[in-house]
Nanobody, 121 residues
Framework: QVQLVESGGGSVQAGGSLRLSCVAS??????????MGWYRQAPGKERELVAD???????NYKDSVKGRFTISRDNARRMLYLLMNSLIPEDTAIYYC?????????????WGQGTQVTVSS
């Protein structure tokens, strides 16, 4: 099974920056990784996609974070990153790392435990 562990969350003031990291292990379980991404869930709201990256390197961002957030990865270190600049209070949420891969039994999705990001005004 794939395990994902996020880190880098914290409390910052509006306008500040944070960099989230996600390390993957056990991905030998996957025949191929289709993509990885970052999701977030604010209190009382549904989990939403923030940014993702396909195996080919194509990226996709939620409109409200375009120009402020950057997703990147280091395949050799099995790391996924999310650089968040110009943070606003609306970015406050638990941020989750996600991986989608193909296994011998079909598609498999894995989630990390989440890391809290709190932005104060």
């Amino acid at each position: 099974q794939v395990q994902l562990v996020e880190s880098g969350g914290g409390s910052v003031q509006a306008g500040g920056s944070l960099r989230l990291s996600c390390v993957a292990s056990g991905d030998g379980f996957c025949l191929s990784v289709m993509g990885m991404g970052w999701y977030r869930q604010a209190p009382g709201k549904e989990r939403e996609l923030v940014a993702d990256m396909s195996s080919g390197g194509s990226t996709n961002y939620k409109d409200s974070v375009k120009g402020r957030f950057t997703i990147s990865r280091d395949n050799a270190r099995r790391m996924l990153y999310l650089l968040m600049n110009s943070l606003i209070p609306e970015d406050t949420a638990i941020y989750y790392c996600n991986l989608l891969c193909r296994t011998s039994d079909g598609l498999h999705t894995a989630w990390g435990q989440g890391t809290q990001v709190t932005v104060s005004s």
